[in-house]
């Protein structure tokens, strides 16, 4: 490895702080006992902390460490034969053994820190979960409802796209364990679920979601027939997950036969074109989740002036479930919101607060 110089004491207690919310609060969340236990042995060894430090700005230190580390283990060899990768079932194909994993989870970087540092400086966090489309469709209903029209859709960030086939999916929607709503095509080969919460409604789905168009913007798009592409949205899938692998592969398989108009680039510049080209007669709906924090933030700005001066000639809706920008570096839940461009003007409303993997959704009153 040649990482930058070593950690000051301001970042090095940064980082330490990061790892140890994550091992506190994300990881426990969001089931995943093993990068709890990681994460807080990460936040007490120096040499792993500044390992996580080489990453891209913008970048989550934890999700690009763990990441990396089950890249190399997914690609098999020498590295599956590590004994770490016993803890990932993912990778083992048996439930972890009960004993502690970090010390295997240690030697296991410091071995491969060269190719870990190499990863995570190459690539961004770029996982498509599936999931977070329980929150898109009840919010791109009340859009289709509000308009009278078919949907445009454009993805911010889409990653592979898998989100854009919103409405091939299967949903159940449940609250109390009972089950208050279902969605979809019964034979479809990828199912979601979600917990509703607290005292809030959510808004009526529609009966049937109709989209002219499916376009997304990726500064790096992952194309999900080149198997190493693959191999990275997989490795940022939390280890114990197993039936997010499988439903990953699914809507990789419904993508290959429902094609989307994917295109590499920045937002910024690419935003206006794609516009361009949806339909005049469809509700223009542009919606991000999870990815406009890596953004710097005068592009994010420059994303809002479009829509904005777009509203001039057609309306626009906005949906974001996203991160608040000023704390990313925070444990967080996602703020599901819709903004409403008309006419120049700007109309935000908050939706829902929701788990970052769609796990649950929490609607406003």
């Keep these: 490895m040649s990482p930058r110089s070593h950690l000051d004491a ?62 190399l283990l997914l690609s098999g060899g020498d590295h599956a034969e590590h004994p770490l990768a016993s803890h990932y079932p993912i990778v083992s194909g048996v439930e972890r053994p009960m004993e502690p ?67 091939r999916y299967r949903y159940r929607y449940l609250r109390g364990g009972q089950e208050e709503a279902v969605w979809g095509r019964p034979d479809a080969d990828v199912s979601l679920e979600a917990e509703l919460r607290g005292e809030g409604q959510m808004p009526q789905l529609a009966e049937d979601l109709a989209i002219e168009f499916r376009g997304g913007i990726d500064l790096n798009p992952i194309d999900l027939r080149d198997e190493d592409e693959l191999r990275w949205l997989r490795a940022l899938i939390w280890p114990e997950h197993t039936e997010r692998h499988q439903r990953l592969i699914a809507a990789a398989g419904e993508l290959a036969r429902s094609p989307v108009d994917l295109r590499r680039g920045d937002a910024v510049d690419l935003l206006p074109r794609m516009i361009a080209d949806t339909p005049r007669e469809a509700a223009l709906t542009v919606f991000s989740t999870v990815a406009l924090y890596q953004i710097p933030s005068a592009g994010r700005e420059q994303i809002f002036q479009t829509l904005q001066e777009t509203s001039n000639e057609r309306p626009v809706w906005l949906i974001t479930l996203e991160l608040r920008m000023e704390d990313i570096d925070e444990v967080q839940m996602p703020s599901l919101s819709i903004t409403r461009y008309t006419n120049g003007a700007a109309d935000r409303q908050l939706l829902a607060r929701s788990s970052p993997h769609g796990w649950w959704i929490e609607w406003a009153a």
């Design 101 to 167: 994993a970090f010390p295997a989870f240690r030697d296991f970087c410091l071995c491969h820190a060269d190719e870990i540092v190499d990863l995570i400086r190459a690539h961004r966090t770029q996982t498509n979960v599936v999931r977070r489309c329980t929150c898109l469709l009840p919010a791109f209903s009340m859009v289709q409802r509000e308009s009278g029209q078919p949907l445009a859709l454009i993805d911010v960030g889409a990653s592979a796209g898998l989100n854009l086939n919103v409405d």
């Design 10 to 71: 301001p970042t090095a207690a940064r980082y330490r702080d990061v790892f140890h919310r994550f091992a506190r609060v994300e990881a426990p969340d969001l089931a995943s006992p093993l990068y709890a236990e990681l994460s807080y042995g990460v936040s007490l060894d120096p040499e792993l902390l500044e390992l996580a430090a080489q990453k891209r700005r913008h970048q989550p230190a934890p999700n690009m460490l763990f990441g990396a580390v089950q890249y």
